[in-house]
């Protein structure tokens, strides 16, 4: 996921890099990020979640064009 980041992060929401970069980068947890944000643990997870699968979706993408 990190490797993704590094080349797609600039395409995720601002919420959603921001998740990322607190959580893979800083270490954070998802209790600190949602207090940071004032979200709940589960609103983090779903952004965690959802930027990864646009990150992954992304990637496919890329894979896709490159086959044509």
Known sequence: VNLLFDF???LLTKRQKEAMELYYEENLSLSEI???????????????????????????????????
Not at 35 to 49: M, N, T, W, Y
Request: net charge positive.
């Open 8 to 10: 797609y992060g600039k």
């Open 34 to 68: 949602a207090d940071e944000f004032q979200i709940s643990r589960q609103g983090v997870h779903d952004a965690l979640k959802n930027a990864e699968k646009a990150l992954k979706g992304y990637e496919e993408n890329e894979k896709g064009k490159n086959r044509t």
